[in-house]
C-alpha cells in the first residue's frame, strides 16, 4: 500500500468509526458498550549543538483514532490507528561534517528508517479483551506498562506490542504478565518479532570495541513477562518482575517501597530496586560478535529514592549504580528503564561501571492546572574508550531538565507542555567529534501540544 493511500485508509476509518457512534446514538444499550477515542498532537524539537557542530529541528503533528466495543458481558475489541506528519524540519538525513552523524532527537519524531517520508501510518491496537471478576485478558496488538517494556512517551507515537497479557487484582496483591511475540517500537512505522525488534535503533559496539552487528541476526520465540505487586502493610510495598527473552537473556527485579505518613497531606517515601540480568543460551547469535548479551558475567544494578510527596510539592534524591562487572542491557526499543535516576531525553541502558545521582522536585498550581519540575543529574559513566563497559562511547555529563505542563480549567482535554534540556559534558572526549555532537554540550527544546478526547 503506497503512503496515499494510507493516509486515506486512515481517514476513512476515522469518519466510518465516527458515523458508527453517531448511528447508535438512540441505542442507550449499544452506545455504553461503543467508545471512539483519540488525540491529536503536535511536537516541535530542536538541538541546539555547541559550535561548529550542526543543530536540527523539526515540526511534527500526528492524529490517533481509536474505537472500543463491547461484545456481551465478558467481551470486548479495540482497533487503533495513527498517522503522523512532517510539517517542516532540518534534513534529518544530513551528516554532520565532523561527526559524520545525523539528528539523533528530530528523526525520532518520525520513522527512523525512513526519516525523509513526509507522512507515517501506523496500524496499532487490534486486540480481544476478556473481562473477567477480578481482571482482564488481552489477546492481540494491545498497550502495556511493564518495567522494561512500556509506551515511552515522547515522540509522537508509543511502542505497542503483540501477544497474550493478563492482570489480575486481589485485595492486597496485583498480578500481571503474558508472552509477547512481536513488537513495534516507538519512531518505526512497523511490527517486527520479538528478536528482529532488537537492533532497529543504533547498536553501539561490542565489548571488545567491534561494531555490533546484531540486528536481524537474532533468534528468540518471545518475551515472557510476570510480575506480582503485593502491599505488605499501608506502608510497605513488595514488587517482582522477571522478563524471559526466549534464547537471549533473563531479567529479574526486586523492589520494596516504604511510605510514612507525615504532617497534614505529606508523606516521605522510599524505595529500594536490584535488578539482576543472565546470559541465557547464545545469547541470541549464533556468533558471539552477532548476539544481543555477549557477557558470561551477570549485569546488576542498584537503585535507590528518598523523598517528599504532598499536595503541591515532590522533591527526591535518587541514586542508581551499576556495578562494573557487566553492561547493563535492555532494547531500546522496548521502553525505558525502571531506574528511580530516569530523565527524559537520556538513557540507563548500555553501560556497566556506573555512579548515577538526580534530584527531582516538582512543585504544581491545581487551581489554574499548572505543573512545573525541575531535576538536576550527575553521571558519572567509564571512559569512552572502555568499550567493554560503554556500548555507545557517551561520555561522563551533567543534565538539566526543566518543564512546565499546563492544562487550562476551560480546556480540561488540551495539554500544553515545554520541556529545556541541556546536557554538560565532564568526561574526556579526545577531542573527537563521535563522542561529542548530539551527546553533550548541547541544549534540547520540546514544545508539546495534546488535545485528547
Not at 458498550?33 to 530542536?46: D, E, T, W
Request: some cysteine.
Amino acid at each position: 500500500m503506497n503512503e496515499r493511500r494510507k493516509i486515506y485508509a486512515f481517514f476513512l476509518l476515522s469518519l466510518l468509526l465516527s458515523l458508527q457512534v453517531f448511528s447508535q446514538r438512540d441505542s442507550a444499550k449499544v452506545e455504553k458498550s461503543s467508545k471512539l477515542s483519540g488525540q491529536v498532537r503536535y511536537i516541535f524539537m530542536a538541538t541546539d549543538n555547541m559550535q561548529p557542530f550542526t543543530d536540527y529541528f523539526a515540526h511534527s503533528f500526528g492524529a490517533q483514532a481509536k474505537y472500543e466495543r463491547g461484545l456481551g458481558k465478558h467481551f470486548g475489541i479495540a482497533a487503533g490507528a495513527s498517522i503522523v506528519y512532517n510539517l517542516s524540519s532540518s534534513d534529518l538525513e544530513k551528516n554532520d561534517p565532523l561527526a559524520k552523524r545525523p539528528s539523533r532527537y528530530e528523526v525520532g519524531l518520525f520513522d527512523l528508517h525512513y526519516p525523509t517520508k513526509k507522512s507515517g501510518f501506523r496500524l496499532e491496537e487490534l486486540y480481544l479483551q476478556y473481562a473477567l471478576k477480578n481482571g482482564t485478558i488481552g489477546l492481540g496488538n494491545q498497550l502495556i506498562n511493564a518495567p522494561f517494556i512500556n509506551p515511552q512517551d515522547g515522540r509522537m507515537r508509543p511502542t505497542f506490542v503483540s501477544g497474550l497479557y493478563t492482570t489480575l487484582k486481589f485485595p492486597s496483591t496485583q498480578i500481571e504478565g503474558g508472552w509477547i511475540g512481536a513488537v513495534l517500537p516507538r519512531s518505526i512505522n512497523g511490527w517486527y518479532s520479538a528478536g528482529s525488534s532488537i537492533g532497529l535503533y543504533p547498536q553501539g559496539i561490542n565489548s571488545d570495541g567491534t561494531a555490533a552487528d546484531y540486528a536481524g541476526h537474532l533468534s528468540s520465540k518471545g518475551i515472557l513477562l510476570a510480575g506480582i505487586s503485593h502491599t505488605v502493610s499501608p506502608g510497605i510495598k513488595l514488587k517482582f518482575w522477571e522478563q524471559c527473552s526466549e534464547n537471549i537473556f533473563n531479567t529479574v527485579l526486586l523492589q520494596v517501597d516504604a511510605e510514612k505518613k507525615l504532617e497534614g497531606q505529606t508523606k516521605y517515601l522510599a524505595s529500594l530496586q536490584y535488578v539482576h540480568q543472565v546470559k541465557v543460551a547464545d545469547g541470541g547469535g549464533s556468533e558471539n560478535s552477532q548476539g544481543y548479551f555477549q557477557s558470561t558475567t551477570p549485569a546488576q544494578v542498584i537503585s535507590a529514592m528518598t523523598g517528599i510527596k504532598s499536595a503541591r510539592f515532590d522533591a527526591s534524591f535518587n541514586y542508581t549504580r551499576i556495578l562494573k562487572k557487566a553492561r547493563y542491557l535492555m532494547p531500546r526499543e522496548w521502553g525505558r528503564k525502571p531506574f528511580f535516576t530516569f530523565m527524559p531525553r537520556e538513557r540507563n541502558e548500555g553501560f556497566g561501571d556506573v555512579h548515577a545521582f538526580v534530584i527531582k522536585t516538582a512543585y504544581n498550581f491545581p487551581k489554574v492546572g499548572l505543573k512545573t519540575s525541575l531535576q538536576a543529574e550527575y553521571f558519572r559513566l567509564p571512559d569512552v574508550k572502555n568499550v567493554a563497559l560503554n556500548r555507545y562511547g557517551m561520555p561522563s555529563y551533567s543534565q538539566v531538565n526543566a518543564e512546565v505542563r499546563y492544562t487550562p480549567k476551560f480546556a480540561s482535554k488540551l495539554d500544553l507542555q515545554f520541556l529545556y534540556v541541556y546536557k554538560d559534558g565532564s568526561g574526556s572526549t579526545y577531542q573527537n567529534p563521535g563522542y561529542i555532537f548530539n551527546k553533550v554540550n548541547m541544549a534540547l527544546y520540546n514544545v508539546v501540544i495534546n488535545y485528547s478526547w
